[in-house]
């Protein structure tokens, strides 16, 4: 072999390596109604898996934070209770009607975090409360 060729062979399996050498991904999975969601996640950003629901369903959200905090988890429910998981941690607000779910996203809570509320108007269609979430609306948590 000759000299340029041994310069060579490093510089292909390098770029080798780079090509195939990756283990693992990010990766946003999302399938099913918003009556019944199946979301996927792997080592991917809230604010990929909020862009990735926004995509597929009629969510809007609207956030100060970056959302950078990196999830990997199976979460299946209706779009709301999978948003509400997927926002454990977060102050955010909260809009479900007929038209969607609005969602604004405030930052992460701190050991003394209040939590914020949206009103819906009377007027707008909602699907009823479960037993368990009726259980939580009667102690005087409105999330």
């Known amino acids: 072999m000759t000299t340029s060729q041994l310069l060579l062979v490093p510089v292909i399996v390098c770029s080798i390596v ?3 050498g990756r283990t693992a991904s990010a990766e946003v999975k ?3 109604r918003p009556d019944a969601v199946h979301l996927e996640v792997h080592d991917t950003s809230l604010h990929d898996v909020l862009a ?3 995509e597929r369903f009629n969510l809007r959200y609207r956030t100060v934070d970056a959302l950078e905090a990196q999830m990997t988890g199976v979460f299946d429910g209706p779009l709301r209770r999978v948003v509400a998981r997927l926002l454990s941690g977060h102050d955010y607000a ?3 009607t007929a038209d969607g779910v609005d ?3 405030l930052t992460s809570q701190r050991s003394s ?3 914020v509320a949206a009103v819906t ?3 707008a269609a909602r699907p ?3 037993a368990a979430e009726r259980r939580h609306y009667d102690s005087g948590h409105l999330r």
Do not use: D, I, R, Y
């Open 18 to 20: 780079l090509a195939f």
């Open 30 to 32: 999302v399938e099913g």
């Open 52 to 54: 990735a629901l926004q």
């Open 94 to 96: 909260m809009q479900v």
């Open 103 to 105: 969602v604004l996203v």
């Open 113 to 115: 975090a209040t939590v």
């Open 121 to 123: 108007p009377a007027s």
């Open 128 to 130: 009823p409360l479960t």
